[in-house]
């Protein structure tokens, strides 16, 4: 069963900046390979529906929320099975608990489609971490 932990949230200042960590595990014991899975960062803020943030495909590409671009980083490091969502210039409204998400099989992350469409795809989901940017 491949699981997703994330770490590295914490509260900041508005101008700081947090470095967030999602482990995946099981995917030895599973029929899909990390190497291969689409990855990505949600967040849900109180009262609001879960939104797109950031996501890396297999081959690097990348694709970023307009009201992140330019500020955040998603990265991955495929031997550690290990993703990164480096967060610089944080302001309040980037306050929301964080989700890392997977791609279970090699079908790609889809960038072209909309965040809704491509949120659809991801089927294994971390428990979260919380980020709190105070003014």
């Known amino acids: 069963q491949v699981q997703l932990v994330e770490s590295g949230g914490g509260s900041v200042q508005a101008g700081g900046s947090l470095r967030l960590s999602c482990v995946a595990s099981?995917?030895?014991?599973?029929?899909?390979?990390?190497?291969?899975?689409?990855m990505g960062w949600f967040r849900q803020a109180p009262g609001t529906e879960r939104e797109g943030v950031a996501g890396i495909d297999s081959d690097g590409t990348t694709r970023y929320a307009d009201s992140v671009k330019g500020r955040f980083t998603i990265s991955r490091d495929n031997a550690k099975n290990t993703l990164y969502l480096r967060m610089n210039s944080l302001k309040p409204e980037d306050t929301a608990v964080y989700f890392c998400a997977a791609v279970l099989g090699a079908y790609g992350c889809g960038f072209e489609d909309s965040w809704s469409v491509i949120f659809t795809r991801f089927g294994r989901w971390g428990q979260g971490t919380q980020v709190t940017v105070s003014s």
């Open positions: 099981g995917y030895g014991n599973s029929i899909y390979s990390y190497n291969n899975s689409c």
